[in-house]
Structure formats: C-alpha cells, structure tokens
C-alpha cells in the first residue's frame, strides 16, 4: 500500500509540474499576443504543446495565430482539425465549436 501511495503522489507531483509550465507558458503566449509578437506567441503555443500534445486551448490558438497574424491558412486548417479531431467525442467542447467555426469560414472562403 506504502509504495502504491508513493508511486500517486510522485504522479499528482509530476501533474502539477505539467499544469505549472503550461500556466507559464500560456502567459508568456497571451503577453506576446498582446503585443503583437507572433513569433515569441507561437513559439510558446509550441511549448504547451510538447509538454500536453492534446491541449486543444493551444491548438486553437495556434490556428488563430496562423489564420490571422501569420497569413499561413493551411497551418491554421490543421491545426483546426486537430482540435476537432481531439474533441470528437464531446461536440459541445468550447474549443471544438470555435475550431469548427473558423474551419468553415476558411473553406467557404477558399471556395
């Protein structure tokens, strides 16, 4: 049992680490959005991403960063289906529905 409860809160002690950096780098993300750095955003987007490949907040912003700071439209498609792709079984996540949004108005612009 000892070493069962060693083992969680070694788990719980890593979880937290990863949910740290991703505050971290989400704020240096936002700042450098705000400031219009797109570079500097993206390069922290791609940070959350290496340490949560499946956080969708990151994909979608990194769509919207590619869509409309970077003029870089099919980066932003794929990163769009990504989010969709790992929301699939919740269609009613926040993320999904804006990455379904803005997917459609990009294809219905390239026609």
């Not at 809160?9 to 936002?30: G, M, N, P």
């Not at 959350?48 to 499946?54: E, G, K, T």
Request: with cysteine; glycine share 2%.
């Amino acid at each position: 049992m000892k070493s069962f409860l060693t083992f969680r809160r070694k788990s719980t002690q890593q979880e937290d680490e990863v949910l740290s950096r991703i505050r971290v780098y989400r704020t240096h993300a936002a700042r450098a959005m705000s400031e219009e750095r797109w570079e500097i955003a993206e390069i922290f987007l791609d940070r959350i991403l290496d340490v949560d490949p499946h956080h969708t907040e990151a994909w979608l912003m990194k769509g919207h960063l590619r869509q409309h700071c970077r003029e870089d439209e099919s980066t932003a498609v794929e990163c769009y289906r990504k989010v969709i792709t790992l929301c699939r079984s919740d269609s009613h996540n926040p993320h999904a529905m804006r990455a379904r949004a803005s997917l459609s108005r990009l294809l219905a612009v390239w026609g």
